[in-house]
Structure formats: C-alpha cells, structure tokens
C-alpha cells in the first residue's frame, strides 16, 4: 500500500495553468503506474492521464489531450499533471492513484488514492 497526497490545486482563470504533484510514501514508487482522475459532485469519477512507471507511457483523456501533460520523477516519488489551457469544464477535485506496473484508464484498477487537490477554473 502506498499513501498519496496531492497538492497545487486552487483557483485559476480560464485559459491559465496549474500543475498539480502528487507525493507518494512508498520506497517502491518506481514499480507504480500512476493516473489522474477528477471528479465534479454528482458525477462519476473519470480519467484524466496515467503513466507507466517507467514513464515510457502515457494516456489521456481526449478532453484534456494536447493540454494537459503527466510526468513523474521517480527520484522524488512524485507525480505532476501540468495543465494549460484551462476551460471552465475541468473544474473538478483532482486524485492520484497507484496500481503496479501498467498504466491503464480504468479507475476500478487502482489500488490506492489520494484525497484529492480542488481545482476551480473561473472565466
């Protein structure tokens, strides 16, 4: 089990950046494939990006493709998603999760999560 805990999340106007990191407690980081899910009240929690552990892989949604980037460094035992670009839609609570090796879109596949960064796109 790995503990997780976002950060970075705030207020922001439309069209701006945030980047949002993810620290992760475990010394075995580097075997974890990371994602980003966001939720809004009210609805289900939906994929953002992953990562491989590696790094060698990356997804994204296709609401966020080409704005947003997932990166990690396994050295610090973290994980950012930069957003640029922001809409109004990608308000949200932002989470990390960590399963094994493979990164995958699927949040029913990870095993662990954050508590989650609020992110608030203003016009």
């Known amino acids: 089990q790995v503990q997780l805990v976002e950060s970075g999340g705030g207020l922001v106007q439309s069209g701006g950046s945030l980047r949002l990191s993810c620290v992760a407690s475990s010394t075995t980081f580097r075997v974890y494939a990371m994602g980003w899910f966001r939720q809004v009240p009210g609805k289900e929690r939906e994929f953002v990006a992953a990562i491989s552990w590696n790094g060698d892989t990356t997804y994204y949604s296709d609401s966020v493709k080409g704005r947003f980037t997932i990166s990690r460094d396994n050295a610090k035992n973290t994980v950012y998603l930069q957003m640029n670009s922001l809409k109004l839609e990608d308000t949200a609570v932002y989470y990390c999760?960590?399963?094994?090796?493979?990164?995958?879109?699927?949040?029913?596949?990870?095993?662990?999560w954050g508590q989650g960064t609020a992110v608030t796109v203003s016009s």
């Open positions: 999760a960590a399963r094994a090796w493979i990164a995958t879109t699927r949040n029913e596949e990870y095993h662990d």
